[in-house]
C-alpha cells in the first residue's frame, strides 16, 4: 500500500500549487522565529531591552501582551482584508503582502539593534496585521488553482506546511537565542526569509478578481458583522467555520500549555518540550495528508467526526496518563531519562494521535467552506473564519487561566475538561447539521463491510440534471452509490425501504423520494413524480431502481415504465449504472429475507460501474434493462 502522500506528490510539485505553498510555509516559519525568539528573550534576557512601559519588568504580563498583539489584528483588519481579496487579483496582493513583510522584519531588526522593546512589540502587532491580510487570500486562492478534486489534498499540504512551519520555527528561534549576538543572527534570519517568501510569491500564478465591481467598505467595525452575515448565509459554512474556530480553540489549549506541562508534569527540560512539540506537529501533518487518501480525493465530509471521536478519546487518554504519573524528583529528567518511561512514551503517541484526528477534523471543513462558497464573497467568508478564529483562540487563553489560574486545576485535568468539551460540541455539531453523521454513516459502511471500486463515474456529468437507473439487490444500495458519487444524489426508493429504522434518518437527510405503487398509495405515487420533476428541473441527479423491488433471485427484475415517464416530463440524459458482489450479503434477499440472518462477509468487494449517458429520446426501459445487465454482468 502507497503512503498518503504518494498520489498528492504531482500537486505539491506543481507550479500552480508549489509557489503558493512555499509563500505560505515561510510566512509561518517566520513569523514563528521572531515571535518565539522574542518570547524567550523576555523571558531570559528582559534587562537588555530599553523601554519606559511601566510593566516593562513583569515578564509575565509582556508575553501575554505579546500574544494579545499577534492576534488583536485579526479582529480589526480581517473584514477588510475579506474585501480586498475578492475585490482584487490575489497573486498581485499576495506579493504586495510579502514584500511588506521584508519592511517589517526590517523594522523588527532596527527594534532589536535599539534594544527597543516597544518597538519590537509594535513589530508583532504589524506582523498580526500582516497576517491579518494574507488569511483570506490564502485560502480564497486555493479553489482558484485546483480542481475540486484536489482540495482536500491542496489543504492537507496547506496544515502540514503550517505546524511543521511552527515546529521548525520555534525550534529555530531558540538555538538563535543562544548565539552570541543572537540579535544579529535573528535579523539577518527574518528578514532572509521575508525575501525568499517575496521572491516564492512572484511565481504564483495569476488568480483573477472574483469580485471586481466590489464597493470596499473601510469602516471595519460594521464591515465585520457584514463579513459575519456573509459566513451564515449557508448553514452547513457557517457550521464548519464554527467547529474549524472550535479546533483552534483546542489546538491553542494544547500548544499553550505544553512547556509548563513539560516543566511541572513530566518535570522535563527544553529538549522534551520540543519532542512533544514535535510529535503534535507530525500529528497533524500526517493526519492532514491522510485525509486526501481516506477520502478518496473528495470532500468527505464522513471523516469529520471520526477526527472529533479521535480528539476525544486520545484527549482523555493524555489525562489519563499524565494525570497517574508518580511524584517526580526534584531532578529535572534528561532526554534520554524521558524515553526509557513507558507512561512518557503513551504521552507523546497520545499528543500525536490528537494532531493526527484533529488533521482529520479540519481539512475537510476547510475544503467544505471553499468549495461550497460563492466564489464571488469567497474571501469575505475566510475572513469570517479568521474573526472568529481569533475570538475562539483569546477564548482559549481566558479559559486557561481561568481553570488552571483561578480554579487551580491541574494542567491533566484542563486537558480532560478540553477533551470532554470536544466531545459536547461534536454531539451538538452533528445533530445541527445531519449531513456530517450521514456522511460518517456512509463511510463507515463503505469501508466496513464493504470495499467499493467505482468504475467510469466521470461519465455522471459535473453539472446539470441527469437520471441515474440501477439494479437494485440490497437495503444499502443508495448508500453505497451515494458513498461514491462526488455529486448529491436525490434517490427515489420503495417507501417500505424509506421507512427503515436508522435509514430513514439517512434519506430523509439525503432528500430521497419514498414512492408506492399507484394503486397502493396514489397520491405518494403522484407526490414522487412531481419531486422528481422538480429536482431535474433544478439541475440535480436522481436515481432510480426501475425494478421496483429488491431482487429475490440475485437476477434483475423487468424495469418498470416509470423511468419513460419521468424522462417524458423532464427530458434529460438517462446513465446506466450496475452493482456487483451485493448479492449474498447481510442486506440482500439471498438466502432468506434481508437482515434476518447473521452477518457472514465483512470486508466484501463491490463494483459499482457506469455506463454511457443516453439521450432522453432513445432511453426506454428496455434498452436500460440490457444496459445495467451488461454492464452487471454475471456477478450478481
Known sequence: MSSPSAKQAPLIKSKRFLPFFITQFLGAFNDNVFRNSLALLIGFQLTRFESSLPFADNKDILINLAAVLFILPLFIFSATAGQLADKYEKSKLIRIIKFSEIIIMSLAALAFYFNSLIGLLLVLFLMGTQSSFFGPVKYAIIPQHLKETELVAGNAWVELGTFVAILLGTILGGLLTELPASTTWISCCIIGFATFGYLSSRQIPLAPSS?????????????????????????????????????????????????????YVINGNPNIWTCLLASFSIGIGLGSLSCDRLSGHKIELGIVPIGSIGLTLFGIDLFLVSHALPPHNLEEITIINFFSITSNLRILIDLALIGFFGGLFIVPLYALVQSRTDEAYRARVIAANNILNALFMLTSGICAIVSIGLLKLSIPQFFLILALSNGLVAIYVFSVVPEFTVRFLIYLLSHSMYRVKSLNLDRIPETGAAVIVCNHVSYVDALLIAGACRRPIRFVMDKPIYDLPVLNFIFRVAKAIPITAKARHPETFNQAFDRIAEELEQGNVVCIFPEGKLTKTGEINTFKRGIEKIISRTPVPVIPMALQGLWGSFFSHHGGPAMAKRPRRFWSKIKLITGQPISAEDATAERLQREVAQLRGEHA
Do not use: D, K
Not at 463579513?227 to 459554512?237: F, G, I, K, M, N
Open 211 to 263: 469580485a471586481p465591481n466590489l464597493h470596499v467598505n473601510w469602516n471595519p467595525i460594521t464591515q465585520t458583522f457584514r463579513t459575519l452575515r456573509y459566513a451564515r448565509e449557508t448553514r452547513a459554512v457557517y457550521l464548519s467555520i464554527l467547529a474549524i474556530s472550535w479546533f483552534w480553540f483546542l489546538g491553542i489549549a494544547y500548544l499553550t500549555q505544553l512547556p509548563n506541562f513539560t516543566s
